[in-house]
């Protein structure tokens, strides 16, 4: 079994949720996030584990767990720069108020 993380960018308006953007781009080590934030989990075949957090915690989170990438020191240069990117276009948007981690299990094979 393996693990990814994902974001989904959602607008909650009253009671109701509507998910506006699912991202696998930004990389972030779900061992750490595990290790420091609690989730709550949810077992359906697969673990899932979910956290909400604001748009103004994402930097931190994200600083916290970012992803070792493995390479030259060029290609690192790249990825960080890669990655800042991603982080500041889910930033920049205002269409959501509301950021949830989403640490999934799947299988390999």
Do not use: C, W
């Not at 960018?9 to 996030?33: A, H, S």
């Not at 916290?64 to 920049?92: D, P």
């Amino acid at each position: 079994m393996a693990y990814g993380v994902a974001l989904l960018l959602i607008k909650k308006e009253n009671d109701k949720e509507i998910e506006v953007r699912y991202t696998e781009e930004l990389r972030m080590d779900y061992q750490k996030l595990l290790d420091l934030y609690p989730f709550h989990a949810e077992y359906n075949g697969y673990m899932d584990y979910y956290l909400d957090i604001s748009k103004e915690q994402l930097t931190d989170v994200y600083e916290q767990t970012k992803s070792y990438y493995y390479g030259s020191k060029k290609e690192r240069l790249k990825e960080s720069e890669k990655q800042q990117e991603y982080l500041n276009s889910i930033l920049a948007r205002t269409d959501y108020n509301l950021i949830r981690i989403h640490i999934f299990e799947f299988n390999l094979y």
